[in-house]
């Protein structure tokens, strides 16, 4: 259980509100998206590349969190389809087994976790994304 009081303020307030979480690993989804919900994101879930595409058809995303290597369309793929009509579009890697290969994808809209994280590093990329929007 998430003690939220213990959390800092500046992980409270976001101006990113709603997350598209795209993991194939079935406990790790479903722990990533409860806690982005206790932390008040609006969050939908996919399971692979072109499940992500299709709900982003549906929904306009403040963010994008999404594993690399995955069935059918692998997270790297994704980005780079992402970039081709949302170029700013601010999107978190994480990966376990090309981590190097998400570093060489950073930039001011996408950044690299390393797996296992803790999900005080991954806040703390969603704060980086915070600076961008407020100019």
């Known amino acids: 259980m998430i003690n939220k009081t213990a959390i800092p303020a500046v992980f409270q307030q976001t101006k990113i509100s709603r997350i598209l979480v795209v993991e194939d690993e079935p406990t790790l989804s479903v722990v990533l998206c409860e ?3 206790i932390m008040n994101f609006e969050v939908t879930c996919a399971e692979n590349g072109l499940e992500a595409l299709d709900r982003m058809c549906l929904t306009k995303f403040d ?21 081709k009509v949302k170029p700013f579009l601010p999107i978190i890697a994480v990966t376990g087994s090309d981590y190097d290969t998400a570093l060489e994808l950073q930039d001011s809209f996408t950044k690299a976790v390393r797996k296992p994280y803790a999900f005080d590093t991954l806040l703390s990329k969603i704060y980086q994304f915070e600076i961008i929007y407020s100019d």
């Open 63 to 83: 963010l994008i969190i999404t594993d690399v290597m995955m069935p059918k369309m692998g997270g790297l793929e994704l980005i780079k389809n992402i970039r």
């Open 35 to 37: 806690f982005l919900r």
